[in-house]
């Protein structure tokens, strides 16, 4: 897993793996890029690996040749993006293609990038939510695994949507990774076509 702050996406797959939501995984790494990510202690008061690998200073390729070492050292089958604030260079997409996941916290495509929930409010949509995507080399665009819909309502300010978004975002991160982890879908030009068992 990857993060740069809070990290509760990351708490709750951690819930979802020890509750056996997520059947058969093991949450083997965490790395964070910033040293004072609160997600990091989170992972290691649950006796999870958390690496720091500091980007600050560094051109993207040559942070993602770091963090594709550490991830190669325990073999992952799947990435997950939570609330990891860089974009991947293509060389690192590259290296896990089809087995990166990222939540965000809007109805791709629309409002990618930063502030999802400050850009839904002020553009003025009734409905939001969030997203679980396959990661490519293009910013927040892969193939959708997932979305939640939470509506918006007159009295909301950012933080009050982001966090009734972020409630999706723990239940429907989990399942998304579930079903990439037993291959239960099969991928037709950018549609994920959920099905029964392994593709
Ligand atoms: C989440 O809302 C996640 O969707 C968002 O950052 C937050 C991280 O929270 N990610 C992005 O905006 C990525 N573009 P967390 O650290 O508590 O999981």
């Known amino acids: 897993m990857l993060l740069s702050g809070r990290g509760s996406n990351f708490v709750a797959l951690a819930e979802s793996v020890a509750a056996g939501r997520i059947p058969n995984a093991e949450i083997v790494l965490v790395v964070s890029n910033r040293e004072n990510a609160p997600g990091l202690e989170r992972a290691r008061e649950r006796g999870i690996a ?21 991830l190669e050292e325990v073999k992952p089958e799947l990435v997950c993006l939570a609330g990891y604030m860089r974009l991947l260079s293509p060389y690192f997409v590259e290296q896990f293609r089809g ?9 791709l495509p629309a409002f990618p990038g930063l502030e999802a929930q400050r850009q839904a ?8 939510g ?15 695994v997932m979305q939640a819909v939470v509506p918006v309502r007159d009295a909301d300010t950012p933080e009050s949507l982001a ?5 999706e975002e723990h239940r429907i991160y989990s399942e998304a990774a579930r079903i990439v982890l037993e291959g239960r879908y099969r991928i037709e030009g950018r549609r994920v076509i959920l099905t029964s ?3």
Not at 130 to 144: K, Q, R, S
């Open 50 to 70: 958390a690496r720091v690998i500091p980007s600050k200073g560094l051109e993207r390729e040559a942070y993602d040749r770091m963090v594709v070492a550490a």
């Open 163 to 167: 966090e009734r978004i972020l409630d």
């Open 197 to 199: 068992g392994k593709a």
């Open 130 to 144: 969030c997203t679980v995507h396959f990661v490519d080399e293009t910013l927040d665009a892969g193939a959708i």
């Open 121 to 128: 409010l002020e553009h003025g949509v009734k409905f939001s």
């Open 99 to 107: 087995k990166i996941l990222n939540i965000h916290p809007s109805l």
